[in-house]
């Protein structure tokens, strides 16, 4: 046990510390609400029968530390193979889709990913339902509800499916009843283990109205808990003691807003292209838009939004991993910012992936 805690110590620092211990002891505090229930429990229940074999040479303690680091470095490199994967789909080169695999593997956040945090397992669930979304796949929005069982951040992939759906039927020209109730059935599916975990607490918290705290009369206690335990909230962390977590944070909301600018500029010249070849009659004018941006404009919204929230209302030293875990589709656009693009890019993610994991693992904060 000695051993196991000195060697991989550093993998249960900082937010680890909460999910070690929700795996051992269950959601005892209310500020442990933060934090959603799905990686905890499978820390749990993997540990609980790696144990038994080990039981006699490591605590229960040490094998929960053991079982994070090898789940979350398994699904590490699963995760590496489903971006090259991702990208194939996507239309990119052998080459190019490697080159997405590799910065992947070398992402400025990589630390966050081995360790016991929940970024391997929803990037995982992530990553798969954007696999299957390309692969045409209707079953897609599966991936994305274990993804909201994991973070409350899986709530924004809802995003996906209903611009599929709405694309769908601005390209038919017309609004189905079925393609409505699909849309609505799959979006309520996606969400459904928030509101389940937040029923799930109100159960522990709010049955004794003694002790009940204000967000019992709402029943949704998310919002509450991040505003009161962990400061998040609009504009909260716009401090000028804040300005250096603002420039480690820098690189990556440069990164966000290069490739902004470069697809929008490809598609103002694809608009300008398909202009002069189609006319009006053909499309209308919603319809010729969606025509030009296509399957790709959910992405990069997806992106653009949860970069713009970050920015606004989070820690904003967590944005890289935030932004990583949540954007696969970023390693993607990164292949397309051209040779000297691409090389900075590699730079800034190899600096802050050997500097993170110093840093991290000495217990100093990071993104």
């Known amino acids: ?58 605590s229960y303690s040490s094998c929960v530390i053991l079982t994070s680091i090898l789940l979350n470095n398994t699904l590490f490199y699963i995760n590496s193979l489903m971006i090259f994967k ?39 669930f992530v990553i798969l339902g954007l696999l299957l979304r390309e692969a045409d796949s209707q079953f897609y929005f599966f991936c994305f509800s274990l993804a909201t069982g994991v973070r409350s951040n899986g709530l924004s992939l809802v995003f996906f499916i209903l611009y599929d759906h709405i694309l769908s039927m601005i390209k038919a020209g017309n609004v189905l ?14 969400i459904a283990p928030f509101f389940w975990f937040q029923n799930h607490l109100y159960e522990l918290y709010c049955t004794d109205s003694t002790n009940a705290s204000q967000w019992c009369e709402t029943g949704i206690s998310y919002g509450y808990i991040q505003a009161k335990y962990w400061g998040v909230g609009l504009f909260k962390y716009w401090e000028f003691k804040q300005i250096p977590n603002f420039l480690i944070a820098a690189p990556m909301f440069s990164l966000v807003v290069t490739i902004q600018i470069y697809w929008t500029y490809d598609q103002f010249r694809n608009f300008r292209d398909l202009n002069a070849n189609y006319t009006h009659t053909e499309y209308s004018n919603l319809r010729f838009l969606f025509h030009v941006c296509n399957f790709q404009l959910a992405g990069y919204a997806h992106l653009g939004v949860l970069t713009l929230l970050a920015l606004l209302t989070m820690h904003v030293q967590v944005v890289t991993r935030f932004i990583v875990a949540n954007c696969p589709y970023l390693f993607l656009y990164c292949t397309r910012l051209g040779k000297k693009g691409s090389r900075l890019v590699l730079c800034y993610f190899v600096v802050y992936c050997v500097v993170g994991t110093v840093v991290h693992s000495t217990f100093y904060p990071w993104t």
């Not at 009843?177 to 996606?190: G, K, T, Y």
């Open 1 to 58: 046990s000695s051993g196991i805690n000195a060697e991989y110590g550093g993998h249960g620092n900082w937010d680890a510390i909460y999910f070690n211990h929700l795996a051992q002891e269950g959601y005892d505090y209310e500020n442990f609400g933060a934090f959603f229930p799905l990686y905890p429990a499978m820390i749990a229940g993997f540990s609980s029968v790696l144990y038994i074999p080990l039981q006699l040479i490591i």
């Open 86 to 124: 991702l990208s194939r789909l996507f239309g990119l080169s052998e080459a190019k889709s490697y080159q997405a695999a590799l910065l992947y593997t070398l992402n400025p956040a990589s630390i966050f990913l081995t360790v016991g945090y929940t970024e391997s397992l929803f990037s995982f």
């Open 177 to 190: 009843i079925v393609n409505l109730v699909c849309m609505i059935i799959q979006a309520c599916i996606s």
